[in-house]
C-alpha cells in the first residue's frame, strides 16, 4: 500500500542538539510538507517542496532546514536555534497542484512527537 | 499573507442535533481542504472544494464553498459520538502552500 512514513514516533532532544526527523512518501507526489502543532492549535507550515532540489520556507521556518535530493524523501532537521522544539511534527505530500484539475488531498503521515530532554 | 479562520473554535452539541463550522480566509484561492483529526493521531481527507458553489457530502457531513465571500461551511446532521474530533480546514495559495485554519474541537454528547 501506498503512503507516507514518519520516523521515528518519539525523539527526544538534548539542550544544543541538532535532531533530524525522517519522512519517506511512496505515492509518486511531486510535493511535500512539513507542520508543526503544538498541543491544542492548528497546523503551521515550516517548509515545503514542490519538486526535488527545492523548496520553500513555511511561516516558522526559523530554526529549521530541510534537504528534498530524491523525490521520496524530505527530511526535517531542528536546529539548536530552534528554542521551543518541543511539538507534533507532520510530514505530507500531494501531486503537484499545477500538474492538473485533480481534488486530490495532501496525505498526511502519522507524525513525530518531538520533546525536550 | 493568507490567513485562514474558523468558528466556533470549541463546540458541545448534544447527539441528534445540527450545526454548522465555519471557515473564512483572507486572500482568493481555488482550493479549500477539510481534515478530521482524532486526539493523539494524524489527518484524514474529508472533502476537497474546488469552485464557487461546490457542495460535497459524506454520511452526516456536508461542506460547502462560496469563493466570492470566502467562506467554507461543514454542515453536521444529526450528530453522533463518533463524530467527535476535531476538524480542520485549509485553504492553498496562488504560491502552492497549504494554510491551515486553527481547526474547531467537536464533542458530540449523548
Known sequence: ?117 | ELKVEQNPLFLSMQEGKNYTIYCNYSTTSDRLYWYRQDPGKSLESLFVLLSNGAVKQEGRLMASLDTKARLSTLHITAAVHDLSATYFCAVKTSYDKVIFGPGTSLSVIP
Not at chain 1, 1 to 26: A, H, M, W
Not at chain 1, 37 to 43: H, N, T, V
Not at chain 1, 46 to 54: G, P, T
Not at chain 1, 96 to 116: M, V
Request: glycine fraction near 8%; aromatic fraction near 12%; hydrophobic fraction near 30%.
Open chain 1, 1 to 117: 500500500d501506498g503512503g507516507i512514513t514518519q520516523s521515528p514516533k518519539y525523539l527526544f532532544r538534548k539542550e544544543g542538539q541538532n535532531v533530524t526527523l525522517s519522512c519517506e512518501q511512496n505515492l509518486n507526489h511531486d510535493a511535500m510538507y512539513w507542520y508543526r502543532q503544538d498541543p491544542g492549535q492548528g497546523l503551521r507550515l515550516i517548509y515545503y517542496s514542490q519538486i526535488v532540489n527545492d523548496f520553500q520556507k513555511g511561516d516558522i521556518a526559523e530554526g529549521y532546514s530541510v534537504s528534498r535530493e530524491k523525490k521520496e524523501s524530505f527530511p526535517l532537521t531542528v536546529t539548536s536555534a530552534q528554542k521551543n522544539p518541543t511539538a507534533f511534527y507532520l510530514c505530507a505530500s500531494s501531486i503537484y497542484f499545477r500538474s492538473g484539475q485533480l481534488a486530490q488531498p495532501q496525505h498526511f503521515g502519522d507524525g513525530t512527537r518531538l520533546s525536550i530532554l
